[in-house]
């Protein structure tokens, strides 16, 4: 394929090295460690007798992260080096500028005061990033992602700031905020760079039997560590224990919502791998906004019920009409696990707090999920636009959903099924 | 096939709704938060000034359950989506389920306090569920094995309190009260179920090279936060180091004799990975009782040494005379991995207490293995004739050990070799 | 293939369970629990009032050595078992033996007192092994393994010794004495280990599909946790919180990095696997030595950067040379990603001890590089020699990179294709 298809040749590693040159600069101007000698200019950090206290918390979402993100995205059959390799890239990189973009707002002597809290909260601005991914995975270049990675922290970042600190909202889970901007900032860029040609579909937008089971590693470590999410950076104490009580409950009643509707509206009565590897998360999504509210363990289970209903319709009915009515093609169905969970959340949020389970304000809750769907729908579509010129590159219709187009690929787990690159012994590491 | 065959149709997604719903009811009336407010109703919970202390090793316990567990059983070739994914919908109804049913002994004004103490306790019982999971493993449907998860549970948190609170029994590590009822309910399970098919084994009961890899995915992770288990619920302090200390040195030295034992009973003298997922964490339940004890490292070792030849001996020797003499058909080997290694543990901790190395009554520990494996004898066969109940379904032989049947499988890695259901493109979510 | 071959048959199971029984010997004459009662004989060891504190630290370390080390191997297409499988067995006996050479510089009242503190260490301590295990990988046995695995933590708790406690050497992320050490003592053996038989390359000497996707696991686990691995023995409170964010940004830097130079070096500017599995984690490595120095959240990421830039220059030009040039054939290209990181590591923390980012001498931190190399390079060639001798069997070249030769290995993932054993029903464990 000509290099002006993947833009890798040079464009790739001249952009991630500018991008890390001026990182690091930026660094070396703002950035510190966190001494213990703050005077109170970030109320949000919550300064213990022990600096690594949160360091287990922030460790599970880490994993979250890293390998969560990482293998959900490797169930499709041919791309799997790229969906942990450039979530890794973009997670990396996005955890850098995240921290740059999160500190600014909350600097103390000129200087951004790192602490494992903001460790988590940088984590978190790149979770945004993670699921937009999920929503243009396998119809974008390297770059291009790396692009959309600098602008949507950015304007995660005003958004953030703007829900938190100025509106005073609770999302402790992050439901409005990561969940929700997440999804319709992807759908929104996956609407620009809409592709007619994979309107019937590609061969390679699928799974085989392995790919789903490696898919389930990320499933499975997000559904353990969810609770850590939702209570990462809750108040300590007994309001942190309830974040966590509250996110377990609504995972596990998720799961058997999740398993029933799947079963109910499949082929036979059988389970669909899509349906678990995404709906049983819905709960902890949803959640995600009430974690640290009095909702009573049996309310945050009823969110999680319906959250696992809601997303399994989705993708069963709901998916198929946004690609082929709307021209939105989400390729992991971000918008079953995180769209409208999140809006579940962020509604579930206004309830409570209409109900008195959380000081607040209900009206500052709904401008909360207003304004992260208005950042997320235009900054999505701005970013799209910008996305879409062709200096960037973009991998043509027919290498969507391949990682040989940016990876060399070694040989089929057995023979070379002809399809895939001939192995080229460039593993063959010992000798010339 | 015809319907009745796996009762996916309609009777799984009934009973997945209607036991969630009627949780959920019971948790809004029963169930509450901690809020540190206890009047000591529950001796055991460990109240201290951070009610998320424990929540590290809460979860590692909840990757042991979810991911230990659950890849531990892909190791067969076709029934990787069933051993993970089932495994997934049974600890996550389980814990809902495990919570109330040990939460009902030990009320707070007649409501059950959630705790992260609590959510240990409620993972742990899911664990016997799993370990029976594993001795009907392919060729039980999901109907049957939400029923086996309640009646399971149920009868687990009485011997639990009977071993605890009425004996006052040393268990910490739950050697007998998890492994050896886990073992012997399921034993007593598959007997009931005993299927004349399968005499001479069945052309998917076995492994491929990448199964027995993500298997080992689970055995790692187990192996690694056994200490966890074994000291979570620990009184706090240089006991739980003490259980923490006894377990790893157990595990360590476990291995080298199942590596050991492995070569010197197989052909040719090769390991042999069954031994290998399996028997090298047999260490870890045989310390189980005696982890919180003073047996000294040495004392932990050498039941390591011990419980890794037995358990290997048991997967080559002891496994095919069960199934062909006693009709015990123990498809993950569970009798060798957790019956003998937890009685073993049951009889070192009557050994251990009667040595002076912990406070307690010999008889009592004795009492105490002998309960849990009456109750798991009697209650397993019960179970099992409740199971074997026609209204529920049950696979027939030729469908055993294949997820096919109760899963929409996508093509297998390369080439679909024609046994597999053909794929379907239900994974193609982006198109109608 | 003959008994010689392998030395399975009788050899490994005896020397394995004769080094148990030997070690449980010394276990029980030595080493005990620590019970806080200790008087300062062990300076190093940090007695909080909660004696499982660094107990999620330890966890992450575990993993790193258990699910890190033995996955990342995992890369071989058929090579799988050994990888994981060895890794478990090499780091269980490991940690026993390092747990002795350790503490034997530490003993109180003639006892080695065990605590997390020196669980971590003892981990550490395999790492050497395992990193070592890299170098020879698929060309030993079993039985040299475990001779390799007693010589070499025997000699690094010597140099370790001297390092700490001789030299008072800053090293508190180890790239000295465990990467550098431990890649140079594998490249010895390496050398010692020549096989001009392999000059030409080997065709199971590199990776499939899904080969490396499990190696990936490996990758993620260790990128991580690597922030635990370089702070888990430093200093408690904010000096520990610099040794996590040194860490976690220069880690970071790394990625991108190792992703530009990738680009940039191979084919058509795509991206290389091995380059993606291994020089991501170099920041890790080459930060060790300074991760708690306050160097400065953007000198940690310099370093990070240029850790990235020679590790991936390395594996695509250095490691070709080595092998072709100097008879080194190191499988995993350890020299890359432990060995000249290592160095860098050790001399950025000269330079930062000079600049006075911690108190010590730079003359000292000169001599503890030059030590490391010095007694891994002497120590690996010794050990190499005694690996070499007949007795303890080495596999042939043709059997090179094959489980087969130390495995029962289960067909291939499809059909099988002729070149692994048939499948033998070991597997079948249900009948006889």
New interface residues.
């Given amino acids: 394929m000509p290099?002006y298809a993947?833009n890798?040749?040079?464009k790739?590693?001249?952009l991630?090295?500018i991008?890390?040159i001026i990182?690091?600069?930026l660094?070396?101007v703002f950035?510190?460690?966190?001494?213990?000698k703050g005077h109170g200019h970030d109320a949000n950090s919550n300064h213990t007798s022990?600096?690594?206290e949160l360091?287990?918390?922030f460790?599970?979402v880490?994993?979250m992260i890293?390998?969560g993100f990482?293998?959900l995205m490797?169930?499709l059959?041919?791309y799997?080096?790229s969906s942990?390799?450039i979530n890794?890239?973009l997670a990396?990189?996005g955890?850098?500028w995240g921290l740059l973009m999160q500190g600014v707002w909350h600097m103390d002597h000129g200087k951004i005061k790192?602490?494992?809290f903001k460790?988590i909260n940088a984590d978190f601005s790149t979770a945004t990033v993670l699921i937009s991914f999920g929503a243009v995975l396998g119809k974008t270049s390297?770059v291009q992602l790396l692009i959309m990675t600098i602008l949507e922290i950015t304007i995660f970042s005003i958004n953030e700031h703007l829900v938190a600190n100025i509106l005073s909202a609770n999302d402790v889970g992050a439901s409005m905020i990561i969940h929700a901007f997440g999804a319709y900032f992807g759908l929104a860029v996956a609407r620009v760079l809409y592709r007619p040609g994979?309107?019937?579909?590609?061969e390679n937008?699928?799974?085989?039997?392995?790919?789903?089971?490696?898919a389930?590693?990320g499933t499975?470590?997000l559904?353990?560590?969810w609770p850590?999410f939702n209570?990462a950076i809750a108040e300590?104490?007994?309001v942190?224990?309830?974040a966590?009580?509250n996110t377990?409950?609504s995972?596990?009643?998720c799961?058997?919502?999740a398993?029933?509707?799947s079963?109910?509206v499949?082929?036979?009565?059988?389970?669909?791998?899509?349906h678990?590897q995404n709906a049983?998360l819905a709960g902890g999504v949803a959640v995600g906004t009430c974690a640290d509210m009095?909702i009573?363990?049996?309310g945050a289970?009823?969110i999680g019920?319906v959250a696992g209903i809601i997303s399994t319709l989705g993708?069963k009915y709901l998916?198929?009409?946004l690609?082929?009515k709307l021209g939105i093609?989400?390729?992991c169905?971000v918008h079953n696990l995180h769209g409208m969970p999140g809006i579940l959340g962020g509604l579930a949020g206004i309830v409570a707090v209409a109900l008195g389970k959380k000081d607040g304000s209900a009206a500052m809750q709904a401008a909360a999920l207003a304004s992260s769907l208005g950042f997320a729908l235009i900054g999505g579509a701005i970013t799209g636009l910008i996305m879409k010129l062709p200096v960037w590159g973009q991998p043509p219709d027919q290498n969507c959903f391949d990682d040989s187009i940016?990876?060399?690929?070694?040989?089929?787990?057995?023979?070379s099924?002809g399809s895939?690159a001939p192995?080229?012994?460039?593993?063959?590491?010992?000798?010339?």
């Fill in positions: 290099a993947t890798m040749r040079l790739f590693p001249i991630a090295l991008l890390e990182t690091i600069i660094y070396a950035v510190t460690y966190d001494d213990g022990n600096p690594v360091y287990p918390m460790q599970d880490h994993v890293f390998i990482g293998f490797t169930f059959k041919k799997g080096f942990v390799g890794l890239l990396a990189f955890l850098q790192v602490d494992v460790m390297p994979l309107r019937n579909g590609h937008d699928g799974s085989v039997y392995h790919s789903d089971l490696f389930m590693i499975v470590f559904w353990m560590f850590s209570s300590p104490g007994f942190q224990l309830t966590v009580i377990y409950l995972l596990a009643a799961v058997l919502s398993y029933a509707i079963s109910l499949e082929h036979k009565g059988k389970l669909d791998m899509v678990i049983t009095n009573q363990p049996f289970m009823l019920v993708f998916s198929p009409v690609a082929s093609q989400d390729t169905g940016y990876w060399e690929v070694p040989e089929a787990d057995e023979e099924d895939l192995a080229d012994h460039s593993k063959n590491k010992t000798e010339a």
